[in-house]
């Protein structure tokens, strides 16, 4: 099938975050005392949004120290570090260029705080996708469907003409919530195994190869 419009997912996805966002987790456990995490547990936490990961990160759950304020420093720090490691997955820019090319259209809905998401998307993508949101006040974290809702809504789009494409199990239910098909992608911050048992069906092992399955392959 052809899509008229993909709906992209960010960490993960297109861009490989995980160095930053475990600086900023750590930057954020030191201002408080508390122990660093390791890259890898930082990559089992992301996917709920800052505040689930630092839930997840901090020793004293949720009150050692208070979530919310090591949430507000956290924010703080990360949206002046967030790019220093940050890079696009190989081929991922050139997906964007030839779907964008092609009249398709694109937006990208993040967990992240939204100030954080616009400015990588200022920095990577402000040429090849119409917009992106983040979690705001209206919009939800995943997997709430308002983020895919609104975003169909703005790009003129029907549930049947979207595909969303994440890395996560919070993608998978992102989609179902919002009934619209799903492409599970495989160099992001889960294993394929992990993706099966959240109710993957299909898979894109590179990004060269998503142009063809969302139907502008030759």
Not at 2 to 15: E, H, N, P, R
Not at 26 to 34: K, P, V
Not at 71 to 86: G, I, S
Not at 166 to 192: H, M, P, Q, Y
Request: hydrophobic share 40%; net charge negative; with cysteine.
């Amino acid at each position: 099938m052809k899509y008229q419009a993909v709906l992209w997912d960010l960490d993960g996805t297109l861009l490989n975050t995980l160095t930053d966002l475990t600086a900023a987790t750590n930057a954020t456990l030191a201002h408080f005392h508390c122990p660093a995490r390791s890259q890898e547990q930082v990559r089992q936490f992301v996917g709920n949004g800052a505040k689930k990961l630092l839930e997840q990160a901090l020793p004293g759950l949720p009150t050692d120290p208070p979530v919310e304020e090591a949430l507000c420093w956290f924010r703080a720090y990360y949206e002046k570090h967030n790019n220093r490691a940050t890079q696009p997955y190989d081929g991922i820019l050139e997906a964007l260029a030839t779907l964008q090319r092609l009249g398709c259209k694109q937006a990208i809905l993040s967990n992240k705080p939204d100030g954080a998401v616009k400015l990588l998307w200022r920095d990577y993508f402000q040429n090849t996708v119409a917009y992106a949101q983040g979690e705001s006040p209206d919009c939800p974290r995943k997997p709430s469907p308002v983020m895919l809702e609104k975003a169909m809504e703005k790009l003129g789009v029907s549930r049947e003409e979207t595909v969303y494409i994440g890395d996560s199990e919070v993608d998978i239910a992102t989609a179902k919530a919002a009934n619209v098909a799903c492409i599970s992608v495989l160099w992001g911050f889960r294993e394929k195994e992990e993706l099966e048992n959240a109710g993957a069906a299909r898979f894109c092992v590179r990004p060269a190869e998503l142009v063809e399955m969302i139907g502008y392959g030759k």
